[in-house]
């Protein structure tokens, strides 16, 4: 069974830094599609970054330039670097994984970026 945990989420000032972490329960050395998304309250869920299995990456605009996604496969593990932070950013940031046909999220880890 495939389990997605993530962690690093917390309260910070507008304009710092935080790193989320998610951590796969399976080998993510196959695993072609993860990335991160998020969920502010009264809106849709909305993709933040996406890293696939050879390094490629690919930001939402509100992303570029301030987050950094990652992987390290050795730890079954994906990084978001999270610099500059805005309000805006405020949300639950989910963790997905894309794996034989079949989408797997974690249980969201909650960003508060205060002004």
């Known amino acids: 069974q495939v389990q997605l945990v993530e962690s690093g989420g917390g309260v910070v000032q507008a304009g710092g830094s935080l790193r989320l972490s998610c951590a796969a329960s399976?080998?993510?050395?196959?695993?072609?599609?993860m990335g991160w998304y998020r969920q502010a309250p009264g809106k849709q869920r909305e993709l933040v970054a996406v890293?696939?299995?050879?390094?490629?990456?690919n930001y939402a605009d509100s992303a570029k330039g301030r987050f950094t996604i990652s992987r390290d496969n050795a730890k079954n593990t994906m990084y978001l670097q999270m610099n500059s932070l805005e309000p805006e950013d405020t949300a639950v940031y989910y963790c997905?994984?894309?794996?034989?046909?079949?989408?797997?999220w974690g249980q969201g880890t909650q960003v508060t970026v205060s002004s």
């Open positions: 997905g994984m894309l794996s034989r046909g079949n989408t797997y």
């Open positions: 399976v080998s993510i050395f196959s695993i072609n599609s």
């Open positions: 890293i696939t299995s050879i390094g490629l990456k």
